[in-house]
């Protein structure tokens, strides 16, 4: 750990351990030229859930990530490498132009993506966004990567500290609560005959194209509002 790494998390370590998650995420705002920050928790399928936002632009840009299974949160997880997006316009609608369309309407301009992990092992990511384009400067990028190896230790201490208190699971608490999304895929995977990744894809599909977020549909799924073997699920 550098002596940097370090003077991050002893100024956010003060108060409940539940609480270092959003003081890492405003610490980062404060620190970094940026507008908002998102810090995400990620699985080898993907996002995994939110657990802490600045704003409410960075609250979009994790929903739409999560939403649509595409984005530089998602780039970043899977390469273990970091994604800089400097200007979102130009090079976005390319790369991911589902979630691109949806960050540009938020009024995000340019993301910057930090994978948190240990050895192979992801937990998750650090996004950065700003509502201008511009590159971080080389200082700043190492400031950058310096708050996502304090954010890398944080989660590592959240779940260390949820398993040592016996819940068993290690889970950290999120912004929303994603458990509903995986059930409704189970459910969605028996009504359309697909495996359970497939399933998750069209719910997907179908959260982005009646714009709703993809938790308010899968409620409606659990709730068999929406069943999606037959050819119009909306009753």
């Known amino acids: 750990m550098t002596s940097r790494v370090a ?3 002893s100024g956010v370590g003060s108060g409940p351990a539940g609480h270092l998650p959003h003081r ?12 908002g920050v998102g810090l995400v928790l990620m699985t080898n399928a993907g996002p995994a859930g939110t657990v802490a936002v600045s704003d409410g632009p960075a609250g979009t840009m994790e929903e739409l990530q999560f939403t649509l299974g595409e984005g530089p949160c998602v780039d970043s997880s899977r390469t273990g490498r970091p994604v800089l997006q ?15 369309a949806g960050a540009l309407a938020a009024g995000i301009r340019a993301i910057f993506a930090f994978p948190l992990r240990v050895g192979g092992i992801r937990l998750g990511v650090l996004d950065l966004y700003r509502d201008e384009a511009g ?31 016996g819940s068993g699971s290690g889970a950290i608490e999120v912004v929303e609560d994603r458990a ?7 459910m969605v995977s028996v009504q359309a005959g697909v495996d ?33 073997a037959e050819e119009d699920v909306e009753r």
């Not at 400097?86 to 691109?100: C, I, K, Q, V």
């Not at 944080?154 to 040592?164: D, F, G, T």
């Not at 497939?198 to 509002?225: F, G, M, Q, S």
């Open 135 to 165: 590159e971080l400067s080389d200082t700043e990028l190492s400031e950058a990567l310096s708050f996502a190896d304090a954010a890398t230790s944080v989660l590592l201490h959240l779940q260390a500290q949820h398993s040592s208190s």
């Open 180 to 186: 509903e999304v995986h059930q409704a895929s189970g």
């Open 196 to 228: 359970v990744s497939e399933a998750l894809v069209l719910l997907r599909a179908r959260a982005y194209a009646t714009d709703r977020p993809i938790t308010e549909l899968a409620a409606d799924v659990l709730n068999r509002r929406v069943n999606f």
């Open 86 to 100: 400097p200007d979102l316009t130009m090079t976005g609608p390319d790369l991911w132009p589902e979630f691109s």
């Open 7 to 9: 003077e991050i998390l």
């Open 24 to 35: 890492l995420v405003r610490a980062a705002t404060l620190a970094l030229p940026v507008t």
